[in-house]
């Protein structure tokens, strides 16, 4: 059964994910709470107060029940009773302000009228862009994608801008990344492509932002900086409360609060005006919060 | 003109408002930031880092313009094709996890078509549930609702209590207090009842509230319970960007971002399945996070 077979894979990501993290935070680990509900059950590994994390969630779940109308709507689909649902996600809010914060998710969605499909992304939303980094984060997604299909990157990359962006403060969340959702399986031989790939995606997703962890985790900050940190991760809440659509399906379809929240940062923060002056880092971030810059070209030049 | 006369004593309380609570504090002064924008204008005054109080603001507004589809949707309106606005909204933060948030709004809505309402309203959010302080809380809005109509306070604490509710929590935001919209006037007299009973709530906001934060704002705190007071604005986040008609409105008519985002607290923050230990003052105040209590005679009991 596919189901089961993307089930588990994704439940064993989830654990190597975790091992991985462990191993580059220094000792810290993830506690481990399994959960059940009335739609299926999942696993839900929290790391907290790390050396070089202040908080990571890992969260598995395998869900199935009958689709309901607003699950319908909200998915646009006609036909199919019942679904079943499986995916992992992930953030991690980092210790030190010039670590980046970043973003994964991987899911399988399947109906009982056979229709089935993935979606997931991985992005990155740094409190300071690192014009090179953001490059190399973005070239090392290309790469994945290039395995699979050459189109994929370039479209999946624009689905990221286009998502992961606050209209109230014309702002994306950070450097974007990769966002795809209904990738409709069209025989086996697609579906197998497309579990691939995202099981390629949850694999890089540690790798890569070790790099960026180890690269930067022992730099020295300021207060201001980590004030600075605080105020970003709020624009984070904002777009995770106003406008992701996981956390609206979650809570529409009352899923489970506590899972749906562990994307939350530990600690975050609001103030009134906040302009950073003309020329300083803070300044700098803000301009390159934008969508459609060419990430791979931009670090290149 | 009746708009005119409403603006101008909001106006002026607004001012009445920042003065009291400057003098409570203790010195620290409110910084006023007075903007204009295609519908009109306001002043925004806000406090920050005071002895006692961490964040206060006190916005005062003067709109108008066509009245949208979004707009007409929005207030159920069919009539009126353009609106005139204005109001006093305002939030204060404390320092001490002892003293508990507050909130006030009161506004005035004008169609060209005549029609006009008021709304607003009063409402405490402690971190720690107080019965006595709650009960009085109450009493003090009962006493001004029944100056002005013997079912006002029911009426007004019952609305409250629905709206000021988190799903996905099942939890109130705090003790609740009066809310009410959509007050139409019917004539002159009704008009000078209303609007004089949104002067004596604005009055009896900064009045009541400095009871408490004297009564409080001296008394020793531990790290858990500032550690608490984080967790219970990550709630207050969660209400405003979730459910409040008043952040949603905003943001969907393109309100002024940094005004709408003025009631977010200075420092939340978020902990995967906080569960606080039977017994303790932590679990005690989520009991008494419901509906429906009658806090008049919870006190008395």
């Given at each position: 059964m596919k189901s089961k077979k993307v089930a588990n894979k994704y439940r064993e990501l989830q654990q190597q994910i975790c091992?991985?993290?462990?191993?580059?935070?220094?000792?810290?680990?993830?506690?481990?709470?399994?959960?059940?509900?009335?739609?299926?059950?999942?696993?839900?590994?929290?790391?907290?107060?790390?050396?070089?994390?202040?908080?990571?969630a890992v969260n598995f779940s395998e869900v199935s029940g009958s689709v309901s109308q607003n699950m319908r709507k909200?998915?646009?689909?006609e036909s199919g009773d019942s679904f079943f649902a499986t995916g992992?996600?992930?953030i991690i809010h980092p210790e030190n302000p010039h670590v980046p914060i970043t973003h994964m998710n991987v899911r399988y969605f399947q109906l009982d009228?056979?229709?089935?499909?993935?979606?997931?992304?991985?992005?990155?939303?740094?409190?300071?862009?690192?014009?090179?980094?953001?490059?190399?984060?973005?070239?090392?997604?290309?790469?994945?994608?290039?395995?699979?299909?050459?189109?994929?990157?370039?479209?999946?990359?624009?689905?990221a801008d286009d998502y992961f962006y606050l209209p109230h403060r014309d702002e994306t969340?950070?450097?974007g990344g990769i966002f795809f959702d209904h990738l409709v399986?069209?025989?086996?031989?697609?579906?197998?492509?497309?579990?691939?790939?995202?099981?390629?995606?949850?694999?890089?997703?540690?790798k890569n932002y070790i790099e960026l962890l180890n690269k930067n985790k022992h730099r020295i900050y300021t207060k201001a900086e980590k004030d600075w940190q605080h105020l970003r991760r709020g624009r984070y809440v904002e777009f995770n409360l106003l406008y992701d659509r996981g956390t609206k399906f979650?809570?529409?379809?009352?899923?489970?609060?506590?899972?749906?929240?562990?994307?939350?940062?530990?600690?975050?923060?609001?103030?009134?005006?906040?302009?950073?002056?003309?020329?300083?880092?803070?300044?700098?971030?803000?301009?390159?919060?934008?969508?459609?810059?060419?990430?791979?070209?931009k670090g290149e030049r």
């Open positions: 091992r991985q993290l462990e191993t580059a935070d220094g000792g810290t680990k993830f506690k481990s709470d399994f959960w059940k509900s009335d739609l299926g059950e999942g696993i839900t590994m929290v790391l907290t107060g790390g050396d070089a994390i202040e908080k990571a909200s998915l646009k689909v992992i996600s992930s009228s056979e229709m089935a499909w993935f979606g997931g992304g991985i992005d990155l939303t740094p409190h300071y862009v690192d014009i090179e980094e953001a490059s190399w984060f973005h070239e090392q997604l290309e790469k994945i994608c290039s395995e699979f299909d050459s189109r994929y990157y370039q479209r999946f990359k624009k689905w969340r950070g450097v399986m069209q025989d086996d031989n697609h579906f197998e492509s497309l579990f691939a790939f995202t099981k390629a995606l949850a694999e890089a997703y540690p979650g809570l529409d379809s009352g899923g489970r609060t506590e899972s749906i929240f562990l994307s939350m940062p530990p600690m975050a923060s609001w103030e009134y005006q906040n302009q950073p002056e003309k020329g300083s880092k803070e300044y700098e971030t803000l301009q390159l919060l934008k969508k459609e810059i060419d990430w791979i070209n």
